[in-house]
């Protein structure tokens, strides 16, 4: 019977999506464009927020918009009316978005004509969380709606996320819904997040969303400019 | 869930791997993948067993270690391990802080192969 030898690897198993992942930072930076990725449940208002982002922010940046949801272009003709470019990835059933698919709708935009890109993820609060974009900043939306106990049940997601923007707040008065509790869940996994309360209907902390991402753009287009 | 996209890069390391170590035959395929990981092992498995056949990991077993979600302290830099049940709750077991850095329970890695 032939040898059986025990070979060491330790190898990345999404080595190449990380790989792909760093290049499309370095584009980035060579173009000077700063890219968020948003990634949320379905209907915890990604698009309401990007259009929010847009209106707020598009006399100070140039933005484009990565569509990702699944296999409709309801959300990118939302963008477009807004006035900014916006790629559909036809993403059929998938689950989440990665580096090849991002570095494809990167090749579709203009990015020597814009400051901000936002990747409006998939509807999903798990399988996004293992797949960098090549994104500089990971936010999440998590919706008074879908509740205080998210983090439990989505540790991965919360754990890897920059900002996490609690949408709806207008909700809280009739949830069961409890914000202390909600931030003590979210800072256990992850100290270091920042948490911005908002309504994209009332327009309620819309403003400190957008303080957050204009600060978030000066320091890398500064550092990018370096 | 994403288990597919993760096979395919798994298919293709080991066979890397394997081909420069001149294997004949892939046995087994150690996994490391923290608990804080969705992913499913029997799910894995089973696209394995699809995607790997004809070629010379046909067969292999994926023995799959969950590495546990372990903290530091910020403030003793005592490390202890937090069960993904405790999540909501917890505290530093030596000082009682709620300070901590997450030090590992999100690795994702082949460890290691046997071949022949």
């Given at each position: 019977m032939a040898d059986i030898r025990l070979i060491e690897?330790?190898?990345?198993?999404?080595?190449?999506?990380?790989?792909l992942a760093d290049e499309i930072r370095d584009t980035l930076r060579m173009n000077t464009v700063f890219m968020l990725n948003l990634m949320a449940s379905p209907g915890g208002g990604k698009t309401s927020l990007i259009v929010n982002t847009i209106r707020n922010m598009k006399g100070a940046y140039r933005i484009g918009v990565i569509e990702g949801d699944i296999d409709s272009v309801v959300d990118a003709e939302k963008v477009v009316k807004e006035?900014?470019?916006?790629?559909q990835l036809k993403t059929g059933g998938f689950c989440h978005l990665d580096a090849s698919m991002i570095k494809m709708a990167l090749d579709e935009m203009d990015l020597k004509n814009l400051d901000l890109v936002i990747i409006d993820n998939i509807g999903n609060l798990v399988c996004p969380a293992e797949f960098?974009?090549?994104s500089h900043k990971n936010a999440m939306i998590l919706s008074v709606p879908e509740g205080d106990d998210k983090p439990l049940k989505y540790p991965m997601m919360f754990s890897i996320c920059d900002v996490l923007v609690v949408n709806k707040i207008d909700y809280l008065s009739i949830a069961d819904f409890d914000m202390e509790v909600l931030k003590e869940r979210v800072y256990r996994l992850n100290p270091e997040i920042k948490i911005i309360e908002v309504s994209c209907k009332t327009g309620e902390g819309i403003e400190k969303w957008t303080r957050w991402l204009t600060d978030e753009i000066k320091t890398h287009l500064h550092s990018a400019a370096l | 869930m994403h288990e597919l996209a993760v096979t395919e890069s798994i298919l293709k390391i080991v066979l890397k791997h394997a081909q420069t170590n001149g294997a004949a035959k892939v046995l087994t395929i150690g996994l490391t993948i923290g608990e804080l990981s969705e992913l499913v092992g029997d799910c894995i498995q089973h696209y394995f067993d699809y995607m790997s056949k004809d070629t010379i990991a046909e067969g292999a077993i994926l023995d799959i270690e969950r590495s546990p979600i372990i903290f530091q302290c910020n403030d003793c830099k005592n490390t202890f391990p937090v069960s993904l049940r405790d999540t909501k709750d917890f505290a530093c077991p030596a000082c009682g802080s709620i300070k901590f850095?997450?030090?590992?329970?999100?690795?994702?890695?082949?460890?290691?192969i046997t071949i022949s």
């Open positions: 690897i330790k190898e990345e198993i999404l080595s190449d999506n990380k790989d006035g900014v470019p916006a790629v960098d974009t090549g | 850095a997450l030090i590992s329970g999100r690795e994702f890695y082949i460890k290691d």
